[in-house]
């Protein structure tokens, strides 16, 4: 089973620990925030990065 934090590291190609640390608080990189701060003005932008790990698993079966 996959969780939020495997789905958004995979997408946005970021470590597991780079998660961790923002779900504790952390501040992020000038450039992980800009993602983020895309995300939340538009979450849209989140489902389609979901849909399309969902389609590259998909193809790598």
């Known amino acids: 089973m996959e969780t939020l934090s495997t ?10 620990s780079t998660i961790a640390l923002y779900e504790v608080g952390e501040i992020p990189t000038v450039g992980n925030n800009r993602l983020l701060n895309v995300l939340i003005k538009n979450p849209q932008v989140m489902k389609d990065f979901i849909e399309e790990k969902k389609n590259s698993e998909n193809l790598e079966l």
């Open 7 to 16: 789905t958004i590291g995979f997408s946005f190609r970021w470590s597991p």
